[in-house]
């Protein structure tokens, strides 16, 4: 009786022992989609009201003359013409210098 009571308690516990590793969730595998930023229209290039020139996250390039900045800071022409990228220098706050590009649109006689 006593090697019976023995038998089934070790079968009791092999039972319990995985053979695999259990699938679990994690907490890795998720990613967003791209945003599509960039440039969208390259110098010299027409653009037309309204249309966007450069979809960026921050002030990567800068606002010039008749280009406008959404909320997102997406620049867009606000008059119809032709895009224009210059550099320039840029002084900080605390007085250094920074190195920008700056882009505007040159409006075309119609």
């Known amino acids: 009786m006593r090697d019976a009571h023995f038998c089934n ?7 319990k022992m995985a053979h695999t590793k259990s699938g679990g969730s ?3 595998g998720r990613d967003s989609a791209g945003k599509r930023l960039g440039v969208k229209v ?6 037309n009201t309204g249309e966007i020139v450069i979809r960026q996250r921050g002030s990567k390039y800068l606002a010039g003359e008749n280009i406008r900045i959404a909320g997102d800071d997406t620049l867009y022409a606000e008059k119809t013409g032709v ?11 605390d007085g250094s210098n920074r190195y920008v590009t700056k882009v505007s649109v040159t409006p075309v006689k119609q």
Not at 9 to 15: G, I, K, N, V
Not at 42 to 47: D, H, I
């Open 26 to 28: 994690t907490k890795l």
């Open 83 to 93: 895009v224009k990228f210059t550099h320039a220098k840029k002084t900080r706050f």
């Open 9 to 15: 308690q070790s079968l009791r516990s092999w039972a």
């Open 42 to 47: 390259n110098n010299g290039e027409l653009v």
